[in-house]
T-cell receptor
């Protein structure tokens, strides 16, 4: 596609439910990043994939968060047993290389945990 | 650790005024990259510029210009003759090398409102 797409755009989950957020990066982009953006804040890094390899997951806030990119294209961020503090916008970004290339962001998924 | 500070939380100006958004960063790296992104109400972050630490030349793109000063660790962004469509949240970001890539460390953003 022309840009990064994410689905769903909005997700409401009851506390304790599991959620899965999908990211379709720009075709051919090697690098894929997930960021979390709390209300009124800048995005914060969660995890990074180079093709199918998850090379950095230092930003994942707890072991309830899990991400995968099994075929090196689409990625899924899964949150188990959601908590209220997980409410945020989850942004996916992709870039064409592994250096400091510009990252292209999707529209995000706004997760609200009630 | 890398850090980006955008001290201006909100700025409001009247259309056609010039406005400057400040960005100050901290890094121990000798090679790094700085970025500006725009986040309109739709929520999608839009890339505006990337600047590497070795290039201190100012850059101009239409009504946008960027002033990079290594001596003061600043990378400020000026919009000339602002327009209502410039209203958005603007983020400054600094690259941080991780395994095989450069993640972005963002400031808290400056909400810019251009009034007609």
């Amino acid at each position: 596609g022309a840009g990064v797409s994410q689905s769903p755009r909005y997700k409401v989950a009851k506390r304790g439910q599991d959620v899965a957020l999908r990211c379709d990066p720009i075709s051919g982009h090697v690098s894929l990043f997930w960021y979390q953006q709390a209300l009124g804040q800048g995005p914060e890094f969660l995890t990074y994939f180079q093709n199918e390899a998850q090379l950095d997951k230092s930003g994942l806030p707890s072991d309830r968060f899990f991400a995968e990119r099994p075929e090196g294209s689409v990625s899924t961020l899964k949150i188990q047993r959601t908590q209220q503090e997980d409410s945020a916008v989850y942004l996916c970004a992709s870039s064409r290389g592994t250096g400091a290339y510009e990252q292209y962001f999707g529209p995000g998924t706004r997760l609200t945990v009630t | 650790a890398q850090k980006v500070t955008q001290a201006q939380t909100e700025i409001s100006v009247v259309e056609k005024e010039d406005v400057t958004l400040d960005c100050v960063y901290e890094t121990r790296d000798t090679t790094y990259y700085l970025f500006w992104y725009k986040q309109p109400p739709s929520g999608e972050l839009v890339f505006l510029i990337r600047r590497n630490s070795f290039d201190e030349q100012n850059e101009i793109s239409g009504r946008y210009s960027w002033n990079f000063q290594k001596s003061t660790s600043s990378f400020n962004f000026t919009i000339t003759a602002s327009q209502v469509v410039d209203s958005a949240v603007y983020f400054c970001a600094l690259s941080e090398l991780i395994q095989g890539a450069q993640k972005l460390v963002f400031g808290q953003g400056t909400r810019l409102t251009i009034n007609p």
